[in-house]
């Protein structure tokens, strides 16, 4: 076969495919169509043959003479009741599989008893093969007997004419090639049925892992977002309100202040555009432009501290550990972190307000601890607002915890614990 006779299957195997579609789903709006489909074939292929030799007479049958002796020639109003009995019966064969089997048996006991031969005996074995389809598998071993013990009275019946072990293999060889053929189609439907099902079900997983990384990534840039624009505006307005008050006083300070509001502002506005150049990138692909600014981390917390002292509060800031060879993911939480720590402080501090912030890292843990000496009252930094569910969210992504309230010697602490240990405990 060549290239382009298998090339030229192709649209071939589409229109069987179509067609077999097709088929499958008229058969399940109708399907008494193909069930009377059946009827009429066997009738045609096995009845009217036999109708129309009843009707001629003995001397028109067919086969060895001796064979046409042993058997009785039915008139034909009782082979037409026979064979009603035997292939009516088909229409219920997928409906209703075990009743048609026990019918046509026992019409086919009945016909065989009565020592009359006839080819519709054919429905008998379309049954057993219905059976195995579209029956309970617990009835099959009872139907199995039924047509063992049938096949045996057809073997001694015609043991006349041929031999008994003949005929049983013959007999048997049938009834086994019929619930065989009946299995087969039954695994392979319900193989197929598995695949669609399991296809279905890997559908809704992919589509549920969708919406969770979705929702997923809309919490984490709010979080991003929050923890840029909420401090940034923090500090700015603080700036702003300092700066106006200076300005009659003293300008060079006032003029001070709308410095540090440009390079707030610009700081801002860089990590936004990183922030919303990633949503672009994921969403439409690569974009040509400049390469993006990386994320903050521990080595960006004393310039943090610098806008915060420049906003007027006073900053003590000490490390403990070797946290610049911390993971990048941790080192953006903890700056995060100290940065929500920091706004909140800013947003409710007194003139004399002083924040020490320490980062102390050891082999299992990172702490993170910010207290200040502000007021700790019920419009605090304590509230329950997104900034303290943010870096509680954030310490959860490494097995952490955040914990706030008020200091010991007054003011507000935030003290947040990250687990340091790998997946799998080995560090």
């Known amino acids: 076969m060549t290239t382009d ?7 071939l195997v589409a229109r069987l495919s179509r067609g077999g579609q097709r088929l499958r789903q008229a058969d399940r709006n109708r399907p008494w ?25 003995d001397g028109d049958g067919d086969g060895p003479r001796r064979f046409r002796l042993v058997f009785t020639q039915l ?15 088909l229409l219920w064969r997928r409906r209703r599989p075990l009743v048609a089997f026990g019918v046509i048996a026992a019409v086919f006991v009945l016909q065989w008893s009565l020592n009359a031969v006839l080819r519709a005996d054919i429905a008998l074995f379309v049954a057993l093969y219905s059976l195995a389809l579209h029956g309970r598998l617990k009835q099959l071993p009872w139907a199995c007997a039924a047509m063992a013990g049938a096949m045996v009275l057809v073997a001694l019946r015609v043991s ?14 049938t009834t086994t090639a019929a619930l065989a053929l009946g299995l087969m189609v039954r695994i392979r439907r319900a193989q197929l049925a598995g695949l669609r099902e399991r296809a279905a079900r890997l559908e809704i997983e992919r589509d549920q892992r969708s919406r969770l990384a979705t929702a997923t990534e809309r919490t984490r840039v709010a979080r991003e977002m929050h923890d840029i624009v ?53 969403a439409d692909g690569p974009q040509p432009g400049p390469e993006l600014s990386p994320q903050p981390g521990i080595a960006d917390i004393d310039a943090l501290c610098a806008k915060v002292r420049a906003a007027g509060l006073e900053v003590v800031y000490r ?8 993971d990048s993911g941790v080192q953006l939480t903890a700056y995060r972190i100290v940065q929500e720590a920091l706004t909140n402080t800013l947003k409710h501090a007194d003139a004399d307000t002083r924040v020490h912030l320490a980062i102390i890292e050891t082999d299992t843990r990172l702490t993170i601890r910010v207290q200040d000496t502000g007021p700790a009252t019920p419009q605090g930094p304590h509230e329950e607002g997104h900034g303290l569910v943010g870096m509680r969210e954030r310490a959860a ?31």
């Open 5 to 11: 006779d298998i090339s030229g299957m192709g649209p």
């Open 33 to 57: 169509v193909l069930d009377t489909a059946v009827v009429v074939l066997v009738f045609l292929m096995f009845c009217l043959p036999d109708l129309l030799r009843g009707g001629a007479g």
């Open 75 to 89: 008139p034909l109003a009782g082979m037409l009741a026979l064979q009603a009995g035997l292939v009516l019966p």
């Open 160 to 173: 006349a004419a041929m031999s008994v072990w003949d005929a049983l293999f013959f007999l048997l060889s």
């Open 230 to 282: 909420g401090h940034n505006l923090s500090v700015i307005i603080t700036l702003a309100d300092a700066g106006a008050y200076a300005t009659d006083t003293a300008p060079e300070r006032g003029k001070e202040a709308l410095q540090l509001i440009g390079d707030t502002g610009r700081q801002a506005l860089g990590e936004l555009r990183r922030v919303l150049g990633v949503l672009r990138e994921a």
């Open 319 to 326: 490390t403990s550990g070797d946290v610049d060879a911390l």
């Open 397 to 427: 992504l490494y097995g952490g915890t955040v914990s706030a309230g008020p200091a010991g010697g007054g003011g507000w602490s935030v003290e947040a614990v990250l687990d340091l240990t790998p997946q799998g405990g080995v560090r």
